[in-house]
């Protein structure tokens, strides 16, 4: 069977997946034979060394990509967020099952929030998705993150699949959750999945410092507190499959209250901070291609997002606030082959010219509710309408888009009958992308891109009482690529696969939004455009498959990103040409997944090297590095009767180590879990 | 094999090590000078939840200033100075530091900076001291039973030789500075948590019963009160950052009525001989901006007499003005630049005529200064 679709051209779902879902091994071979590769440099996760990580959220699994720094404060509830290649996280947009999490209100998605559960695969886009038949929002950000998470497939003979899984571990993690898959019709799936989780979050740290000699000066050691969390989600998705096209609806909920534990600080060991989350949405997509040539698809979603948070703590001030956002999205997408037509076509011979062109529009409405004092109720449409080109010949790729945005905001003061509108400038943005392979069929690429993006200020930036500043214009950020790539496989022997990825990129922040102190009182801030921060970096990526005998295969990954992120927003400062905050010099991830049957031995090592909390590099700022090795041990075989049974276990920082990611804000040391999964 | 690898890896770029006590950093800055004034402690108040209070020293006799001494003094004290320094103040021997956010008073030994104890005063602002006692503020009172959860604050006075607590005194919501004249103490409550319904007074506490014996309404949002060698008080009000402006009133303490109101804002404030030395930042909406002033005005005459003190240019380099304070003796001005709050600050020193002598980088929002005075005969200060 042929699998060398490129990813431009459209997959054919269902027989991917039925070979998905046969044996495991395929997988590996499915996903290396898969690297055909796309004109923009992508980074996935998927199958079996996706399963094999030990994480529980999005944010864990997103640690692997190159690139990527992830902002943890530590915890199963702690808030989890990821900047790449250091524009920060305001750049990143985050799609789940293609369509865009928003969040108008502060511009982060906290990916702590989003279960592993039910994920099938994570990738990662530097600049935009390889792809331009696509929402003109995919156009939107600097990097882009997609959760897919699974779509039903059923073997032939079977109608339903039933996974009911069991996790339960250190800080008191209790985690069942229950997946239904039932063929409706033969091109009509539903898929029912539901998860509850719960723990108490406690965990011991330990802070130590010693003297110049070696000897210790302190040494104590306390228990997390105010780290319990409790989420449940529910998820109801419909899959529909035409001739030349497919359908889906998609229902999601999800509900939590949790502690914030806070940063540990002198005096003060445990904080009592609560915020209760209710997340819902509805969305679904329609592709089709109408005729040969011409493909269309329509996206829509409506989301409704509650917040409270609560300080009870008599020693802080008392606040018990209420954000409710809501946004709604329409989105249009048209592609037409100019020339080469074949579009969905798997064998593609590269000698063709191939032509598209594509134009999408999207219009997004947000609003934003809060019982604050002052409070101005923001509410904002957008318009996003985009172009974008492909052109493939012989061995030269090309992508092209401009992304046109068109922001109206309007501002409801309660002392006022009328809203007050302002308009953002329109904003238009390019990006251009290029491959060319030298030495077909070596799969041999090199390839460049350039991007220009930027990110609107949020509602809290522009509006939030006393800080916002209404003035407020986008933050951009201009990315320069250059990379090369090398895949080889092979069916036989001992190497089946290695893959090498390496990117070189310089890429600018201007007009940075940055809170700045004003006036006589204490601790006022004010946001400004005040920034800027140049940053220049590479990623390598590395992966091997080996055949090491009978049925054993050993795959083994590892990734490179050094970022030298600088500020350079006042020459006056000491912060000067300094390492922006948070952002380490070096850092690495390495993963080996062994298989035998059903049996499946991974281990993972994360590092990240040595930071400054701020951008004046000097010693009271540093943060020492860090790095964790975890291991997992998996079981899976069937029943006499037909299921089959999935045992698993855990154990994360190996070592121990007691580490901070974010400054006071302790991570656990050692750590596990035990997982049971039947599938019927 | 990857795990060998891995630490190879590890080995060849940087690998974790043992978290030392930072050692203090220090610089010469200024000419050496002997007065019965020996130096001064600032104290940095970092940024809240950073953890980074932390105390600086500058001795007059060596000219050096010293960056972060706390942790090198105290190594043996988990989690070093804390969080968020609001207040410090030297009273008979011993050197007192408000640490807000650490909800402590943290106590050492005035010379050398030596940890004496803590009382723990939940979110506690300011200090004074008469006799044996000393008077902190806090704005963390009992919590009011209905939906406002309003808060009340107080006062709570504690003996400096026990260092307990042994009284409080309930006055307005979220007092600031504090003050004695004669048997009167006055608490400047500000009603910082109740926006849009500010306080607008100065509580009156009789020192003798230790219980508010009237409250003095001035302006809303009161900051910092002061008093003079007239008896007169001099009260900040923050104003409500919107149509209210900032200013500064004058009270005097036999009538208790308020006598003249400044139309200037303040930040911080220092009286010494006939003059009253400001800084302030106001943000003006238009601009988008922060309008720096540094004024002088004669507690005497009671007039603004300069607008600006800097007289070299250097205000031109200072973004955040935050705290000062004048030398007694010398009339040199110590002015701290707070910047963005998250990076280190810089420190100071103007001559009496405002001409730079020096300046200093810090740690994070350099804030309260200290004098430390000293006979001359006795050993010059060292740290342990």
């Known amino acids: 069977m042929a699998l060398c679709a490129a990813p431009v051209l459209a997959i054919n779902d269902t027989a991917l997946d039925s070979i998905y879902n046969q044996f495991t091994i395929d997988e590996v071979e499915v996903t290396a034979r898969r690297r055909e590769e796309p004109v923009i440099p992508v980074q996935k996760l998927e199958g079996a060394r996706l399963e094999g990580l030990s994480t529980q959220s999005v944010a864990d699994a997103a640690r692997y990509f190159s690139g990527v720094q992830l902002k943890d404060y530590g915890g199963v509830g702690g808030m989890k967020t990821i900047d790449v290649r250091s524009m920060g996280s305001h750049h990143l947009g985050v799609f789940y099952d293609g369509i865009e999490i928003g969040n108008a209100q502060n511009g982060t998605v906290d990916l702590g929030k989003f279960s592993m559960d039910n994920i099938e695969e994570l990738s990662l886009y530097n600049g935009q998705k390889s792809e331009i038949f696509q929402p003109a929002k995919d156009y939107g950000s600097a990097g882009t993150l997609y959760i897919k998470t699974r779509r039903p497939k059923f073997s032939s003979d079977k109608s339903y699949n039933v996974h009911v899984t069991m996790k339960a571990g250190t800080f008191g993690l209790a985690n069942p959750s229950i997946l239904y898959e039932q063929r409706l019709t033969d091109n009509i799936h539903l898929s029912a999945n539901a998860e509850y989780t719960y723990a108490n979050g406690r965990y011991h740290f330990r802070y130590r410092k010693v003297f110049p000699d070696g000897t210790v000066a302190w040494d104590t050691t306390a228990v997390r507190q105010n780290g319990d969390v409790q989420a449940g989600r529910g998820e109801v998705g419909i899959f529909g499959y035409l001739p030349e096209g497919k359908w889906h609806v998609k229902g999601y909920f999800y509900a939590s209250e949790k502690g ?12 009592s901070q609560r915020q209760w989350d209710r997340n819902a949405f509805v969305q679904g997509n329609f592709t089709k291609t109408f005729v040969r040539g011409y493909d269309f698809q329509f996206n829509a979603k409506y989301s409704n997002d509650w917040m409270r948070y609560l300080n009870p703590d008599t020693t802080l001030m008392y606040l018990d606030n209420v954000f409710t956002q809501q946004e709604v999205y329409l989105s249009m997408a048209h592609r037409v082959a100019i020339c080469g037509g074949q579009a969905v076509n798997n064998k593609l011979r590269r000698t063709d010219i191939n032509w598209d062109i594509s134009v999408s529009a999207d219009y997004q409405w947000n609003y934003l509710q809060a019982n604050l004092a002052n409070f101005v109720y923001p509410e904002r449409s957008t318009v ?11 061995y030269f790729k090309a992508q092209a888009s401009v992304l046109g945005t068109f922001v109206f905001d309007k501002i409801h003061q309660p002392s006022q009958t009328m809203p007050t509108a302002s308009k953002q400038r329109p904003q238009f943005t390019p990006a251009v992308f290029v491959s060319y392979q030298p030495y077909l069929p070596e799969q041999l690429y090199l390839r460049a891109f350039y991007k220009r993006i930027f990110r609107m200020p949020t509602f809290n930036d522009l509006y939030y009482t006393d800080v916002g500043n209404i003035a407020l214009l986008p933050e951009y950020t201009t990315q320069y690529d250059g990379g090369i790539q090398y895949d080889k496989t092979w069916s036989q022997g001992t190497f089946r696969m290695v893959s090498l990825k390496a990117d070189g990129y310089f890429n600018q922040v201007k007009n940075k939004i940055v809170a700045i102190p004003k006036g006589n009182g204490q601790y006022r801030w004010q946001m400004m455009n005040l920034g800027y921060v140049e940053i220049r970096g590479c990623d390598v990526n590395l992966s091997t498959t080996l055949h090491c005998g009978k049925e054993v295969f050993l795959t083994v990954a590892g990734t490179y990103t050094y970022q030298k992120a600088q500020d350079f927003t006042d020459p006056e400062e000491i912060t000067y040409g300094g390492q922006i905050a948070y952002i380490p010099w070096h850092s690495c991830s390495a993963t080996a997944n062994l298989m035998w049957k059903g049996l499946c031995v991974n281990y993972a090592f994360i590092y990240v090297g040595e930071r400054y909390t701020n951008s004046a590099n000097i010693p009271v700022n540093h943060l020492q590095p860090w790095y964790t090795h975890d291991m997992s041990i998996s079981y899976e075989f069937p029943l006499k009767t037909g299921q089959r049974l ?35 | 094999m990857v795990c060998v690898l891995c630490s190879v890896f590890c080995a060849l770029i940087a690998c974790r090590h043992e978290e030392p006590i930072l050692p203090s950093e220090e610089e010469q800055h200024g000419e050496k000078d002997t007065t019965e004034i020996v130096g ?31 942790a090198e003094v105290n190594p043996d004290v988990p989690k070093e100075m804390g969080d968020v320094g609001n207040d410090l103040q030297i009273y008979g021997s011993r050197l007192y530091a408000v640490i807000n956010c650490s909800n402590k008073i943290e106590i050492m030994d005035a010379k050398t900076a030596k940890r004496i104890g803590q009382i723990d005063v939940p979110n506690c602002r300011y200090l004074c001291f008469q006799g044996q006692y000393g008077y902190i503020t806090s704005y963390a009172g009992p919590v009011s039973l209905d939906a406002s959860h309003a808060q009340i604050g107080y006062v709570a006075r504690f003996d400096t030789a026990t260092l307990e607590i042994n009284a409080t005194c309930l006055v307005g919501y979220q007092p600031d500075e504090l003050t004695i004249v004669g048997n009167k103490m006055y608490v400047a409550n500000s009603g910082g948590y109740m926006v849009p319904n ?33 008896g007169l008080l001099w009260v900040t009000s923050r104003g409500d950052y919107y149509d209210v402006p900032a200013k500064l009133y004058c009270l005097d303490t036999k009538t208790d009525q308020v006598v003249d109101m400044l139309d200037i804002a303040v930040s911080d404030l220092d009286i010494v001989g006939d003059s009253l030395y400001a800084c302030a930042t106001a943000w003006d909406n238009v601009t988008m901006t922060n309008t720096v002033s540094y004024s002088i005005v004669d507690i005497n005459t009671r007039k603004v007499v300069c607008t600006n003190f800097i007289t070299d ?53 350099p804030a309260h200064f200290a004098f430390l005075r000293m006979p001359r005969e006795l050993s010059q200060n060292g740290e342990n």
């Open chain 1, 260 to 271: 914030i534990p806070g940063a540990i600080v002198n005096n003060v060991w445990k904080n």
């Open chain 1, 384 to 394: 996003l309408a985009a172009v974008a080109t492909q052109f493939y010949w012989q």
């Open chain 1, 646 to 680: 999935h045992f698993a276990v855990e154990i994360n920082n190996l070592l121990n180590q007691q580490y901070e990611v974010i400054l006071n804000y302790p991570m656990p040391g050692i750590n596990g879990k035990g997982i049971v999964k039947i599938i019927i």
């Open chain 2, 40 to 70: 001064f402690y600032l104290l940095n108040e970092g940024n809240m939840g950073n953890n980074k209070a932390s105390l600086d020293y500058y001795d007059y006799a060596s000219a050096t200033y010293k960056r972060n001494i706390y």
């Open chain 2, 198 to 230: 500010y306080e607008n007074t100065l509580s009156v506490i009789d020192i003798a019963s230790f219980t508010e014996v009237k409250r003095i309404p001035v302006a809303i949002n009161l900051h910092r009160v002061r008093a003079d060698k007239n």
């Open chain 2, 313 to 365: 240019g250097t205000d031109l380099n200072i973004k955040k003005p935050y705290g000062i304070k004048v030398h007694p003796l010398t009339h040199d001005i110590y002015l701290t630049d707070a910047k963005n709050y998250v990076s280190p600050g810089t420190l100071y020193c103007f001559s009496p005529e405002g001409t730079m002598r020096w300046s200093v980088r810090t740690g994070d929002i």
